[in-house]
């Protein structure tokens, strides 16, 4: 690659700075055992990841306004803001994602609640009373449960059907009028997952002509070319991983990622890819609705229990009582787990669609495509 550095105020120190710090971040995130990948923490340690990067890409591109007009950059540009506008709908299905996800946390609960429960007896001696009222009641929550686990790749229902955008709700009766088509108005770039959605079709949408810049387009833009090339593969990476973790309509991780491994960041997304995919292929997580970590610990320790009290007799006798109680204590620790990660991963993909929201009307008011404020 030629000399970047024209005083034009970025160069090719700064470029492969941008590109190092995101090989590092990513390999980072690679770097975890295989029971922390794809766990609660480690999907929002994602999303840190992203949005640093993506603070820093903005930051850039703000610091280089007369260059963003000019082609072949302009064209870059507005192409990598139709792919982050493709991934608020991804954005919106995660939110549903994790709905989906406390709606078997209120299962596990009945769960807990009806195996788990104590009564103190005349004596005052802790005795467990266990009777059938509370092992049906189980065992109904278990089967809810061990429906909503399963993919069901046939299903056209979607998980969720609110119109909703992260706390906004549709007021107006209206909602396709032409303020909707306004680039910058927020409830025209994502709103609601329809029926027809495809996770997969919107991820293949997002990589969509996603290639590498030729020699002669880094040069006119001073390396800004390969600067937008390399943040629209980590969007895409990003988005990819989300829906791996979450279940979400339509999944399929069938996405081809065009990158050499000449770049300094490819070869840690990529080994991060593999490593997600080989966990995709593990015989007890393919029939699952998502990879998430926590998922995988929910379906087993569901089955588990849905075995045991489908074999239980009454009077229970206490070798049985203590298995179950063993077993219950196990789904406590990972209701608990649930119960600690999901609020702060939905705060984070809330902040997330934001950011997408805000960088790209900010960088389509500098190409000069902004809306008109109201």
Request: net charge positive; glycine share 6%; charged share 25%.
């Given at each position: 690659m030629e000399s970047l550095n024209n005083g034009s105020g970025f160069n090719?120190?700064?470029?492969?700075?941008?590109?190092r710090q995101i090989a590092d971040r990513f390999q980072d995130l690679g770097s975890v055992s295989s029971d922390e990948l794809l766990s609660l923490p480690w999907v929002r340690k994602l999303l840190d990841v992203f949005l640093s990067c993506e603070?820093?890409?903005?930051?850039?591109?703000?610091?280089?306004?007369?260059?963003?007009?000019?082609?072949?950059?302009?064209?870059?540009?507005?192409?990598?803001?139709?792919?982050?506008v493709k991934s608020l709908d991804v954005c919106n299905a995660i939110r549903d994602g994790l709905d989906q996800i406390k709606q078997w946390q209120k299962l596990?609960?009945?769960v807990i609640c009806a195996l788990?429960?104590?009564?103190?007896?005349k004596n005052n001696t802790n005795k467990r009373i266990l009777g059938e009222g509370q092992v049906r009641r189980a065992r109904k929550a278990l089967s809810e449960l061990a429906v909503g686990l399963v993919d069901d790749k046939d299903s056209s229902q979607p998980l969720a059907l609110r119109n909703r955008s992260f706390g906004r709700n549709?007021?107006?009766?209206?909602?396709?009028?032409?303020?909707?088509?306004?680039?910058?108005?927020?409830?025209?770039?994502?709103?609601?997952?329809?029926?027809?959605?495809?996770a997969a079709k919107q991820l293949q949408a997002i990589g969509s002509n996603l290639v590498s810049p030729r020699a002669n387009e880094i040069t006119a833009t001073n390396g800004l070319a390969m600067l937008v090339f390399t943040m629209g593969n980590v969007l895409l990476f990003v988005m990819w991983a989300l829906v791996a973790a979450i279940p979400c309509q339509d999944r399929g991780l069938q996405v081809h990622f065009y990158m050499s491994r000449q770049f300094p960041w490819a070869a840690?997304?990529?080994?991060l890819h593999d490593k997600i995919m080989e966990e995709s292929r593990k015989k007890d997580r393919k029939s699952t609705s998502g990879?998430?970590?926590?998922i995988y610990q929910i379906d087993k320790c569901s089955r588990s229990l849905s075995e045991l009290t489908g074999s239980v007799q009454f009077p229970i006798s206490e070798e049985k009582e203590r298995e179950l109680r063993q077993r219950v204590q196990e789904m406590g620790q990972v209701y608990e787990a649930v119960t600690a990660g999901l609020e702060p991963l939905e705060k984070k993909v809330?902040?997330?669609?934001?950011?997408?929201?805000?960088?790209?009307?900010?960088?389509?008011d500098c190409l000069g495509r902004g809306h008109n404020s109201e």
């Open positions: 090719e120190v700064e470029l492969e700075s941008f590109q603070e820093e890409f903005r930051g850039i591109l703000v610091n280089n306004k007369g260059r963003l007009m000019k082609p072949p950059l302009d064209r870059l540009i507005a192409d990598f803001y139709e792919r982050s596990m609960e009945i788990g429960h104590r009564n103190v007896n549709n007021n107006s009766s209206n909602s396709q009028s032409k303020d909707q088509h306004r680039l910058g108005y927020f409830r025209s770039l994502s709103w609601n997952v329809s029926r027809s959605w495809s840690s997304i990529l080994s990879f998430l970590m926590e809330r902040e997330l669609f934001h950011r997408i929201v805000h960088s790209r009307t900010e960088g389509l």
